[in-house]
């Protein structure tokens, strides 16, 4: 019906260059016995790997393992080890088991359990003839674990000897083109290889390495890395998970700094960014939305540098800023100002962005010129400005 | 490489319901051709109505019409009409046509060509022994405003006199098993139809009609619709594309009234999805994050109820929407306080909520207990304090 969109292809798809698997198909069919029996004899037929989710919980209408045993041409048995873990994680829980969970506690004779400590579903890993299908759970973080700790290390132990090592390197200050002009010489290797993504967070660049030691595997991407950031510089902000606003904390932490937003385009979406990391409190002292102009003034903007260059101008942006660090009691005050549209302001096209920093009284500012519907230019504003302050810190 | 996640094949599943067309199966397959052909042929075959998206763009990797011509075993011809649109469609724009976007004017024998005024790529309709086949950009507003005005149309003529009328209620305040409890009686009938859909902004029920008028198809729905509203009263609170911050907006705005916030778990979460909607500047006077709990008493909030009740308590949240109220000029204050986690704060545990309003004086607060991540939290706080704010309005 629509009401679910399927992540955990993509994320699995995304899991896949690593182990030099290439993905050619992608199938998703209902809670049907015959459908989805045809879909994955054929699927099994034609590939030598096979993964699917969902289906693997206890109730009537889950069918996937009944779909598995029916296209190898084998019987459902019952697992008397299964069957006592199962009986375990009820019991740590202080429940007891019901009794239509035994139908996750079966296998049959090609099958192998994958453990799945964080629900009932044990996953299956089948074999035959050379080809392998995958079951794990649909819930997202436990089929991530299940990937992680069974899967990835089954499958590196079939595809060779090989160790494969992966690296993000997140860039934030050009477009995707512009990055890929300045590293042209450094992508198009063989091992390493790099990948490059465009997300909202800035180009993601993917470093892979493939070698039989990991340290050797390890060294390669070291060595393209420091290229990198030969051609790169500060561009580069974050490596694999870290996000922008967790840098961004990191920097604030190790300085003994405190930090207070104002901000009128982005409407709260900075602050509220900077508070998505666990944490934040320690740092963040708060913000204020100066959505009216005359807000502005009330905070402690300057009538006068209102008056004279505007509400979205360079100087009241640094206004905002010293106004914020003043008002809130804060050490660093970070300001943004600009025009999200969907209509100009003072004359000022949609996606001015004026944004600047109050580092202990030190100032600084910085002025763009950005596109996109309101929403993107709020996030856009919001990663520039966060940028921009880690720049100064 | 899972870089995109494929959100048209759900967007057309929802789609799909109101037609009385079921989905068995969705396939996912790369910019390959004999792949896709089989892909295609293989669906073709199997169902009475195939529908892709992508593949249709200017570029020599975009091979989705090659494959559906070798489906069909038909050449590929050039069409004058389609050309002349698409010269016609770059001289709008001031610019030359590239002569690869000729490869965008083609048809086949039993192909239609469905207009995109919206991009380069027209869409294509092709039928044969009664299936068909929909071919339209993988661009989701170009796909969506096709779907809607050139798909629909032609598969309702295809599927009998009969028009489908739909309508969805958006409800807030009560879990989806609550909402289905209090309309079980109403649930399960087959003209209109009733399916009830769990988001981000509440529980959705989609009421669906099917009559040969469309003046009787919404007689339906209305008489469904008042029932509806005799049962969940003012919990529906939008119908349709509406969303929470429209509606207070719209009351807002009504009542010519402005409302500042004060926000301390949500982070600035609550006053950006307030400015999410565009026009929110004529009654959106701006808000404050008082992250720290100093900052509460800066910005207004009494230091003796700070110490008295603590910063997370319905105590502080109705001072803080005084606060707001009084320090941003607005004529209604609107506050929440509470424990986003992942720590517990001043013994409160995480989810705790306390939401205020102060409407041109007239004080209100409510408390609640919510669960999840750190962005859940964030989430639902923002959505509850809006509704709170509407149902004082």
Not at 141 to 161: I, S
Not at 194 to 201: H, L, P, Q, R, S
Request: glycine letters at 10%; charged letters at 25%; hydrophobic letters at 40%.
């Amino acid at each position: 019906m629509g009401q679910i969109t399927d992540t955990n292809a993509s994320w699995i798809a995304q899991q896949l260059p690593a182990l030099g698997i290439d993905l050619f198909w992608v199938s998703g069919v209902g809670d049907n016995e015959p459908r989805l029996t045809e879909v994955l004899r054929r699927a099994f037929d034609r590939s030598d790997l096979v993964i699917c989710t969902g289906g693997l919980g206890p109730t009537e209408d889950d069918v996937t393992r009944e779909c598995i045993a029916a296209m190898l041409g084998e019987d459902i048995v019952p697992s008397a080890e299964l069957e006592a873990t199962l009986r375990a994680y009820f019991a740590g829980r202080g429940a007891e088991m019901p009794r239509r969970n035994l139908r996750q506690a079966t296998l049959t004779a090609s099958t192998e359990a994958l453990p799945n400590p964080l629900g009932t579903a044990p996953g299956w890993w089948s074999e035959r003839a050379g080809h392998v299908l995958v079951a794990m759970p649909g819930v997202p973080h436990e089929m991530h674990r299940m990937w992680e700790m069974e899967v990835v290390p089954r499958l590196r132990r079939r595809l060779g000897g090989d160790v494969i090592y992966s690296r993000i390197l997140k860039v934030v200050g050009w477009g995707e083109s512009a990055v890929e002009e300045r590293i042209r010489h450094l992508i198009g290797g063989t091992n390493p290889t790099v990948g490059t993504y465009a997300k909202d967070d800035g180009i993601h660049l993917r470093l892979t390495a493939k070698c039989p030691t990991l340290e050797e595997a390890r060294r390669l991407v070291d060595a393209l890395d420091q290229r990198m950031r030969d051609e790169l510089g500060n561009n580069i902000y974050g490596v694999d998970a870290e996000r922008m606003e967790g840098v961004v904390g990191r920097l604030l932490r190790e300085q003994g700094l405190t930090v207070a937003v104002m901000e009128s385009c982005t409407g709260g979406l900075l602050t509220s960014t900077l508070t998505d990391q666990p944490g934040s409190s320690a740092y963040v002292r708060g913000g204020v939305v100066s959505y009216a102009t005359e807000v502005k003034a009330e905070l402690g903007v300057p009538l006068e540098v209102l008056r004279q260059h505007g509400a979205v101008s360079p100087e009241t942006a640094l206004a905002m800023a010293s106004a914020a660090r003043r008002q809130l009691g804060a050490s660093v005050g970070l300001a943004v100002t600009g025009v999200a549209g969907p209509e100009e302001q003072e004359g000022k096209p949609v996606g001015t962005l004026h944004i600047a920093t109050d580092v202990q009284g030190r100032l600084a500012a910085t002025s763009q010129q950005t596109r996109g519907t309101r929403e993107v230019i709020k996030r856009r504003a919001t990663l520039a400005a966060m940028d921009f302050l880690r720049r100064q810190l």
